[in-house]
């Protein structure tokens, strides 16, 4: 190999090449991968959306669409940041101004000498036309590329995060369906027969909550804040918090499914944790705003999470504690079990979806603590300047995943009981249960039918005129003949309240 040989192959090995440059085979590769991976993503997102749809669990659907406009949102930002980039690598600003408010110390160098570093590097056209009028870039096209990098990081981190506040408050609740189904035994039903009498003091709801620890408001509050630690939902609450609800709502229907219930509710509720409102964008703005090298802004708010998580499930604890309070006040002798009264004056300026917005602000608040601790770690290694204080780092990083345990194993399952306490209750979800009940019960009938008829029947019926001028489709005599002789509504739809019947 000659000399110009070897001198034109060491400039070629590791210099920048552009598309026009770059192998056929190589580009062609890289486009596949993605367009492949992107398919998968979007036909993955498809299924679930029509098993959600399948399976009528319209509460759910909503959310994968909230979450879908999330991603849309994040890709339209990452895509303006990769249009763009160019033009806003041109907008120059003084060098002084560029100097302060950073979120690293450094050591800036001259404009002598960043300009003699940078004579023979052609990528910094658009640094050498601001540096021509004595400034720099509002931003340079490396910012902007890493920048478009947080927001790839924060949407995966979303998706995450929301994952798990649904999966650890599923699970918090599957021993919920056991308690649920021993409302139906005979042993329940003598234990809380409504002619029993008991003193207030000596139930099992009242002995739970009622101590020398609750003479004052602040010893409440601090029994209330360690308990949520320690079995924030005892049996006995979600007897008793069930029994007040189906009085005040479902009339006296003890068959009606309160599980279930809550846990539509809590699907319910998922819609909006999903969200990212403009309010949470405001604040990534202000925070990336105050992120300056020794304010230690991240820090301090690792804190705030933390505390409204804590703040909140004492006071849904508080809740249940006062309700407690109340019955041994009003009534000294009890009959069958202890009745709570639902009422929005439990809860803050008489709204409980209240504490919903404030949890879904705090879990997007720690969303993003976890996913710029993430994306600077990603971009810049953990030993940058972000990362100048490991102390720092680590309890930044345990308070997180901390907050995301207790807020979707312990506070997010109390509320979606607690809140069950207030004036009013999500009527659209006992119709749409109500709506799929009969919607099953009517398919059992029809292959019911199907399978019994037979010729002769067929004859029977049409000389039978009688019922088919009474207005009645054959399903709809079917359960009117289960109505006469079965006395009373089917099984399937003994959970369901109807509660025109009991307004009237």
């Given at each position: 190999?000659?000399?110009?040989?070897?001198?034109?192959?060491?400039?070629?090995?590791?210099?920048?090449?552009?598309?026009?440059e770059?192998?056929?085979?190589a580009?062609?590769?890289?486009?596949?991968?993605?367009?492949?991976?992107?398919?998968?993503?979007?036909?993955?997102?498809?299924?679930?959306?029509?098993?959600?749809?399948?399976?009528?669990?319209?509460?759910?659907?909503?959310?994968?669409?909230?979450?879908?406009?999330?991603?849309?949102?994040?890709?339209?930002?990452?895509?303006?940041?990769?249009?763009?980039?160019?033009?806003v690598?041109?907008?120059?600003?003084?060098?002084?101004?560029?100097?302060?408010?950073?979120?690293?110390?450094?050591?800036?160098?001259?404009?002598?000498?960043?300009s003699?570093?940078?004579d023979?590097?052609?990528?910094?056209?658009?640094?050498?036309?601001?540096?021509?009028?004595?400034?720099?870039?509002?931003?340079?096209?490396?910012?902007?590329?890493?920048?478009?990098?947080?927001?790839?990081?924060?949407?995966?981190?979303?998706?995450?995060c929301?994952?798990?506040?649904?999966?650890?408050?599923?699970?918090?609740?599957?021993?919920?369906?056991?308690?649920?189904?021993?409302?139906?035994?005979?042993?329940?039903?003598?234990?809380?027969?409504?002619?029993?009498?008991?003193?207030?003091?000596?139930?099992?709801?009242?002995?739970?909550?009622?101590?020398?620890?609750?003479?004052?408001?602040?010893?409440?509050?601090i029994?209330?804040?360690?308990?949520?630690?320690?079995?924030?939902?005892?049996?006995?609450?979600?007897?008793?918090?069930?029994?007040?609800?189906?009085?005040?709502?479902?009339?006296?229907?003890?068959?009606?499914?309160?599980?279930n219930y809550?846990?539509?509710?809590?699907?319910?509720?998922?819609?909006?944790?999903?969200?990212?409102?403009?309010?949470?964008?405001?604040?990534?703005?202000?925070?990336?705003?105050?992120?300056?090298?020794?304010?230690r802004?991240?820090?301090?708010?690792?804190?705030?999470?933390?505390?409204?998580?804590?703040?909140?499930?004492?006071k849904?604890?508080?809740?249940?504690?006062?309700?407690?309070?109340?019955?041994?006040?009003?009534?000294?002798?009890?009959?069958?079990?202890?009745?709570?009264?639902?009422?929005?004056?439990?809860?803050?300026?008489?709204?409980?979806?209240?504490?919903?917005?404030?949890?879904?602000?705090?879990?997007?608040?720690?969303?993003?603590?976890?996913?710029?601790?993430l994306?600077?770690?990603?971009?810049?290694?953990?030993?940058?300047?972000?990362?100048?204080?490991?102390?720092?780092i680590?309890?930044?990083?345990?308070?997180?995943?901390?907050v995301?345990?207790?807020?979707?194993?312990?506070?997010?399952?109390?509320?979606?009981?607690?809140?069950?306490?207030?004036?009013?209750?999500?009527?659209?979800?006992l119709?749409?249960?109500?709506?799929?009940?009969?919607?099953?019960?009517?398919?059992?009938?029809?292959?019911?039918?199907?399978?019994?008829?037979?010729?002769?029947?067929?004859?029977?019926?049409?000389?039978?005129?009688?019922?088919?001028?009474?207005?009645?489709?054959?399903?709809?005599?079917?359960?009117?003949?289960?109505?006469?002789?079965?006395?009373?509504?089917?099984?399937?739809?003994?959970?369901?309240?109807?509660?025109?019947?009991?307004?009237?």
């Amino acid at each position: 190999m000659t000399e110009k040989e070897e001198s034109a192959h060491s400039m070629e090995v590791g210099a920048v090449r552009s598309l026009q440059e770059t192998p056929t085979w190589a580009l062609a590769t890289v486009c596949f991968f993605f367009i492949a991976v992107s398919i998968f993503l979007e036909r993955l997102i498809n299924l679930l959306s029509t098993r959600l749809k399948n399976n009528r669990k319209k509460s759910l659907l909503e959310a994968v669409e909230n979450l879908k406009s999330v991603l849309m949102v994040l890709g339209f930002m990452s895509l303006m940041l990769n249009v763009t980039e160019g033009e806003v690598s041109k907008i120059c600003i003084p060098i002084k101004y560029a100097n302060r408010m950073l979120p690293c110390r450094k050591t800036i160098k001259s404009h002598d000498d960043v300009s003699k570093d940078d004579d023979d590097d052609r990528d910094n056209s658009f640094f050498h036309q601001c540096s021509s009028k004595g400034k720099t870039s509002l931003i340079s096209q490396e910012g902007l590329t890493q920048l478009s990098f947080f927001f790839c990081v924060l949407a995966c981190m979303h998706i995450l995060c929301n994952l798990a506040i649904l999966l650890l408050g599923m699970a918090k609740m599957r021993k919920w369906k056991s308690w649920e189904k021993e409302t139906q035994t005979v042993e329940y039903l003598a234990a809380n027969d409504p002619n029993r009498f008991r003193i207030t003091r000596n139930t099992t709801f009242a002995r739970r909550h009622l101590s020398s620890w609750t003479e004052t408001s602040i010893q409440l509050w601090i029994k209330c804040f360690f308990r949520q630690f320690f079995n924030s939902v005892a049996k006995v609450d979600y007897l008793t918090l069930r029994h007040g609800f189906i009085f005040a709502h479902v009339s006296s229907n003890n068959a009606f499914n309160f599980q279930n219930y809550i846990q539509r509710s809590l699907h319910e509720d998922f819609k909006t944790v999903v969200g990212i409102s403009p309010l949470m964008w405001l604040t990534v703005v202000i925070f990336m705003l105050l992120d300056v090298y020794g304010w230690r802004v991240y820090f301090y708010m690792s804190f705030v999470p933390l505390i409204i998580v804590l703040v909140i499930g004492t006071k849904l604890e508080m809740i249940v504690a006062k309700m407690a309070v109340t019955i041994k006040e009003n009534n000294s002798v009890i009959r069958g079990t202890p009745l709570v009264e639902p009422n929005d004056t439990h809860f803050w300026f008489s709204n409980p979806r209240f504490l919903l917005s404030i949890l879904h602000y705090t879990l997007f608040l720690n969303t993003f603590e976890m996913a710029f601790f993430l994306w600077v770690t990603w971009q810049f290694g953990i030993n940058s300047c972000y990362h100048d204080n490991r102390g720092i780092i680590i309890t930044r990083l345990v308070l997180a995943v901390t907050v995301q345990f207790l807020s979707s194993y312990i506070t997010l399952p109390l509320y979606a009981i607690v809140t069950q306490m207030g004036s009013s209750y999500k009527r659209a979800i006992l119709e749409e249960q109500l709506a799929n009940v009969l919607r099953q019960w009517q398919g059992i009938v029809r292959d019911r039918r199907k399978k019994e008829q037979t010729p002769e029947t067929d004859n029977n019926d049409n000389n039978n005129d009688g019922d088919i001028d009474s207005g009645e489709s054959p399903v709809q005599s079917e359960v009117a003949y289960d109505f006469r002789f079965s006395g009373g509504q089917p099984p399937i739809l003994q959970e369901i309240p109807i509660q025109e019947q009991t307004e009237r």
